[in-house]
């Protein structure tokens, strides 16, 4: 009885994974999606709270401050997406 189901669970386990790999990719393609807008959000309402700073050395200081990670956050997802595309 197993011997004539090994054709049948090979059949299985070598199908073409096509569907799997489109899925994968829609679900990664909606997470980054989705921490992208959030990051977006958030700096949206960082920002609308700097400009909201009354005094000029107070907003230099909060923008100063926020340059460091302005710059890591394009860097980590360019070489993130540069992994994961090669």
Known sequence: ???CEIPQILKLSC???YLREVGLLVVSACLALGCF???MLSYVQLFRAVLRT???Q???K???MCLPH???VPLFFSTGMFAYLK
């Open 70 to 72: 302005l710059a890591v």
């Open 15 to 17: 199908s073409d994974s």
């Open 54 to 56: 009354p005094s000029e």
């Open 62 to 64: 909060a923008f100063f």
């Open 1 to 3: 009885q197993f011997f």
């Open 37 to 39: 807008i959030s990051i």
């Open 58 to 60: 107070g907003r230099h």
